[in-house]
């Protein structure tokens, strides 16, 4: 049995490194230690059930995940709906299950998108709590719920239409008092699907010769739209999210096989594009948000 | 339907599309937005049908006024997907004619961004009531689609001394995209909301 230790905190800036040592344990039995974890947002929470998967797959087995069960973590990732996300994708050890308390302040919890009526479903659900969140957390004028509504439709559809597999979405917002002064809501969409490269190998990687991988595939849809489908309308919706993350100060970035691309901000400078990291499936996509300066003052 | 100028009947059908109403009953009544494609490609395919019925000119006014959130996938099919296959002929042959009403502020950046993608215009009337031709429009075409816009209908014997040759240049396009009606028996042009007005029951 192999032991990967989770660290005290699993966002989206470590999440990739867990991402990595998954990968070398492919095919064995895995502990995933996360007694000493104090902190996850939607990327981390999104990252262990993707390992989950994967490290399942490999093995035959879902790995095993320890937790603290007297940890806020717990709590938080019982409120996330994470264990019922967690069934046969992870053996979470020893803790019976806490009940989940009615009214919720997150603001999505961790969602499955298999299908088209499952973005409808979304959509529909996160209409009211979004619209309080946005406006009042975020101080974003009142169309911002419809604008975040088209940016989880798309973000959601990229799944169904390139991944071929199931996916997850999850978003929350969280007070970055040291890195930035204001909340920020981090939205995670994440699937173990064949990622950019083997949704657009088909259709252009013969263009792009011997530099064709998962930096050029990435690069593709990011920044140029396209997309495995001959129709000139698809390939917008990536295009739209990246417009309105940036048009509210946002950071996004995606990750898929060994590749990640960024939109950074001049409050987190991610590295524009990342290659040579471990082959992990999938797209995996990261928004960050910021409030509005001086919102809640 | 066929409406009445004080000179003579304009042969054109109408008929209204209420986007929301449409989406409940070719879709799932449960969904109440207008996002995803194939939730798109459904409610394009319906107003398609409802067009290969009708022989005759039609304007069919689709009403965006109950759909909140409009995502660009459902943009790309219910409006660019439509317009361009009215002016192709495919998959439905025949002069049709699309006023989108209802538009509200939010809806604009995908449609906006549809039409650019395309090359069309889609003449629509936003909420409030302001009717503007979308699209990437050149100037003078713009100039003379807010002309007859203004004036409802131009009749052929004035336009014959207005027109210079870069407007007829402009009239031509805005004809194939069909922003304008013109009267195939007497060569009148009419604005799309001045036909809407005539038609109304």
């Keep these: 049995m192999r032991v990967l230790d989770l660290p005290q905190s699993l966002d989206y800036r470590s999440v990739g490194e867990v991402m990595e040592r998954a990968v070398e344990c492919r095919g064995e039995k895995v502990l995933l230690d996360g007694r000493r974890l104090r902190f996850v947002d939607p990327v981390g929470m999104l990252g262990l059930l993707g390992n989950g998967r994967y490290l399942g797959e490999g093995s035959g087995a879902p790995p095993r995940l320890a937790l603290d069960p007297d940890s806020d973590v717990h709590r938080y990732l019982a409120r996330m709906n994470f264990f019922e996300a967690a069934e046969g994708v992870l053996a979470v050890e020893g803790v019976a299950r806490p009940r989940r308390g009615g009214a919720s302040d997150v603001l999505l919890e961790i969602t499955p998108i298999a299908e088209n009526r499952d973005v409808h479903a979304l959509v529909e659900h996160i209409q009211d709590r979004a619209g309080t969140i946005l406006s009042r957390t975020l101080g974003y004028p009142p169309s911002a719920v419809i604008q975040f509504a088209v940016i989880l439709s798309e973000v959601c559809q990229n799944i169904l239409e390139h991944a071929g597999a199931p996916g997850w979405v999850a978003a929350q917002t969280y007070q970055w008092s040291r890195r930035l002064g204001r909340q920020v809501l981090v939205l995670a969409v994440g699937d173990l699907g064949r990622g950019f490269r083997g949704s657009l190998e088909g259709e252009h990687a013969g263009r792009f010769g011997s530099r064709w991988g998962d930096a050029t595939a990435l690069e593709a849809a990011f920044i140029h739209g396209l997309t495995r489908f001959p129709d000139q309308g698809r390939g917008q919706g990536i295009q739209q999210i990246r417009k309105q993350v940036r048009r509210w100060g946002g950071v996004i970035s995606v990750r898929s096989g060994r590749a990640r691309i960024a939109d950074s901000a001049d409050w987190e400078a991610l590295p524009p594009m990342e290659d040579g990291l471990a082959p992990f499936p999938g797209a995996w996509i990261t928004i960050l948000l910021p409030a509005a300066e001086g919102a809640g003052e | ?201």
Excluded: N
């Design chain 2, 1 to 201: 339907m066929s409406g009445e100028t004080p000179e003579h009947e304009i042969q054109l059908d109408a008929f209204a599309v209420d986007v929301r109403e449409l989406l409940s009953r070719t879709v799932a009544s449960l969904y109440s937005h207008l996002i995803t494609r194939p939730t798109g490609r459904a409610v394009r395919m319906a107003i398609e049908a409802q067009l290969g019925e009708l022989e005759g000119p039609t304007l069919s006014l689709v009403d965006f006024s109950s759909v909140s959130v409009l995502d660009y996938s459902c943009a790309d099919e219910v409006v660019a997907k439509l317009l361009l296959g009215i002016r192709e002929g495919d998959p439905v042959e025949g002069e049709f004619f699309v006023l989108f009403r209802g538009l509200r502020a939010f809806h604009r950046d995908p449609v906006m961004e549809v039409l650019e993608r395309y090359d069309l215009h889609a003449v629509v009337e936003s909420e409030g009531s302001a009717v503007e031709l979308l699209g990437p429009a050149a100037p003078a075409e713009r100039a003379l689609w807010a002309r007859v816009e203004d004036q409802g209908r131009i009749p052929a014997s004035d336009l014959e001394d207005t027109l210079d040759p870069e407007d007829r240049d402009a009239l031509h396009r805005l004809l194939r995209s069909r922003s304008l009606f013109r009267d195939p028996y007497r060569g009148d042009l009419y604005a799309l909301t001045e036909l809407a007005r005539l038609l109304d029951p």
